[in-house]
Structures are given as structure tokens and as C-alpha cells.
């Protein structure tokens, strides 16, 4: 991807504010700008311009694209091994999210903790 990266529209984060709020042990935080939800200090899921990203297995990642039509979520044209964007459709859908969002949650509860980053001093 070339150029500048545009913001995420509000709708979209207000939209990703709320399928994540309430979520237990779930941290929202920014990462290259946009609002990302982190799981034991693992990324769980985010947003990038218009569209979201969550994380899953192996095999929830089959039928993510199979059964949803979700794509491999590829920043800058790289793909990231463990995270596809979910189509629009799903995203507007809460119950469907929802579903999506418990697979996610489910896989990063596997992966080991990540410690706290120290605050950086300046």
C-alpha cells in the first residue's frame, strides 16, 4: 500500500469500542494510531483504515474465509500470519462480531503473557 493511511471512521471505532467493551481481561490501546484490543499484552484485535482485523487459530482462520469471507489482513501488503479482516457484513452484524470476537479471545488466551512494557523516560 502506498501513500498515507487514512483514519479509521467513527463509526467503525465506535462500532469496535463496543464489541470489545465489557470483555474480561481485554485492553484497548493505540497502536500506528488506531484503536487495538489486547489480550494479556497480546494483540487480539484492531482496526486499520476502514476495515477489522482479529486474531485466530489456525483453523479459525480456514473458515473465516471459507464460511465469511474474511481476507488476510496485509498492512502495507504483508501479510500477518495469524490475523484476517472481517468483511464488512460480519463487522455490522454485532451477533456475528460477537462469534468472531470469541474465537479470537479464545485463541490469545493460549498464547503466553507478554510482560508489561516499561513507560519510556524522556
Given amino acids: 500500500m502506498k501513500g498515507t493511511w487514512k483514519k479509521s471512521p467513527?463509526?467503525?471505532v465506535?462500532?469496535?469500542d463496543a464489541a470489545?467493551?465489557?470483555k474480561p481481561g481485554v485492553?484497548?490501546?493505540q497502536m500506528f494510531g488506531y484503536p487495538c484490543?489486547?489480550?494479556n499484552g497480546n494483540l487480539l484485535s484492531g482496526l486499520f483504515q476502514d476495515q477489522m482485523m482479529v486474531r485466530l487459530s489456525e483453523a479459525d482462520r480456514v473458515k473465516a474465509v471459507v464460511e465469511a469471507g474474511a481476507k488476510p489482513f496485509a498492512p502495507g501488503g504483508r501479510p500477518m500470519r495469524e490475523y484476517v479482516v472481517l468483511p464488512p457484513g460480519i463487522v455490522a452484524d454485532k451477533r456475528k462480531l460477537g462469534v468472531w470476537l470469541k474465537r479470537a479471545i479464545a485463541h490469545v488466551e493460549t498464547l503466553p503473557a507478554k510482560p508489561a512494557k516499561k513507560p519510556r523516560r524522556g
Fill in 27 to 29: 485492553v484497548r490501546r
Fill in 10 to 12: 467513527p463509526g467503525l
Fill in 37 to 39: 484490543a489486547f489480550l
Fill in 14 to 16: 465506535a462500532t469496535f
Fill in 20 to 22: 470489545i467493551a465489557g
